[in-house]
């Protein structure tokens, strides 16, 4: 079912596609305006629609008109998309660290990806200016998005498996198997560097899309949204959805109530924000996991199969007000 247009839902897959439709192409390598900004090296190929897409989600920007989709993704340039797209606010104390100073475009961003666990560092370096793999890419990302598989026989489909890592074979698993890494003839590539095109590529499959106002979004009752998405605002309600994927509450909000109101999640609601009263008094949902600290979960009985509460957190039952800590 086609998505409604709504204040504060952006980059929703319908509408990538029209924009994508009515762009120029001038060239192979041609110039392309994206929300009035122009990129003059974004390619007619299998990467556009990705690149289109980071650029436009404000995950990806450009330096003096060019975007460099065939560049090596550096760890810095990654920890940056992450930390916007989850929209992080918390900073952890990255001063321990001897390659990384105050005075870099990237240290902001960095303690922010170190704080909500994207990067932990060697306790002596970050590398921010090293080139990341593609197999370090996967881990990150399944451990953001707390995608987890035990089951490594889905990565005999890739004649170079067994040059992925021990330690990463677990978290390539999880990406594979949920769709979002196909491979190329083939082969999975674990040992190369992720480059920038890749990586959007990507981070479009695994988000379709951000809610970024407080409001209420209201859609006909039923309606299925097919791709995860991404919570960034305080104070938000989301009605009558259907979601086989991910809903994730973002790093980013940290206070306030978000409400999920006759939904019926199958996949997995995700909170990764903090301090926050997530409302899930109605609808169903398979699976709820909290990464956050200082949430309170308010729950419609037994409407709730499986939740993960974690650590400081709080579970508030609706049906007999009484609140439990755990």
Same mark, same amino acid.
Request: hydrophobic share 40%.
């Given at each position: ?12 897959? =319908? ?18 305006? !994206? ?29 003096? /008109? ?54 932990? /560092? ?6 921010? =200016? ?57 082969? !999975? =590539? ?18 379709? /899309? ?5 409001? %209420? ?24 959805? !259907? ?18 109101? =006759? ?46 509460? /974690? ?12 609140? %439990?800590?755990?």
């Amino acid at each position: 079912m086609s998505l409604l247009m709504k204040k504060g839902w952006f980059v929703m897959k =319908n509408l990538l596609k029209k924009i994508v439709s009515i762009i120029c192409v001038v060239a192979l390598l041609g110039s392309f305006t !994206v929300f009035g900004a122009e990129y003059k090296d974004i390619p007619d190929d299998w990467s556009k629609e990705g690149l289109v897409k980071a650029i436009e989600a404000g995950l990806l920007n450009g330096d003096g /008109g060019f975007v460099r989709p065939t560049d090596p993704m550096t760890r810095a340039e990654m920890g940056t998309i992450m930390t916007r797209a989850f929209g992080a606010v918390k900073t952890a104390d990255i001063s321990m660290f001897k390659d990384v100073k105050k005075d870099d475009w990237f240290y902001d961003y960095m303690a922010k990806a170190v704080a909500m666990g994207a990067f932990k /560092g060697d306790g002596e370096n970050l590398r921010p =200016n090293s080139n990341i793999s593609r197999q370090e890419a996967m881990v990150v990302l399944s451990r953001l998005f707390a995608m987890e598989s035990d089951n490594l026989s889905i990565l005999d489909q890739f004649k170079d498996k067994n040059k992925i890592q021990d330690w990463a074979k677990a978290g390539v698993a999880a990406v594979v198997e949920s769709g979002y890494v196909k491979g190329s003839d083939g082969m !999975v =590539n674990p040992a190369a560097n992720i480059t920038r095109a890749e990586f959007a590529t990507i981070m479009s499959r695994m988000v379709g /899309g951000y809610f970024v106002t407080s409001s %209420v979004f209201t859609y006909p009752e039923g309606t299925v949204i097919e791709e995860n998405i991404v919570i960034r605002s305080e104070s938000m309600t989301l009605k009558n959805i !259907v979601s086989p994927g991910i809903i994730i509450i973002g790093d980013g909000v940290d206070g306030g109530e978000i409400t999920l109101e =006759n939904v019926t999640s199958t996949g997995m609601v995700l909170i990764r924000g903090n301090n926050l009263t997530a409302d899930l008094t109605t609808g169903t949902y398979k699976n709820v996991k909290v990464l956050g600290t200082g949430v309170t979960v308010k729950i419609g009985g037994d409407n709730i199969e499986s939740l993960d509460i /974690g650590e400081g957190n709080t579970i508030d039952f609706d049906m007999t007000g009484e609140e %439990v800590a755990e």
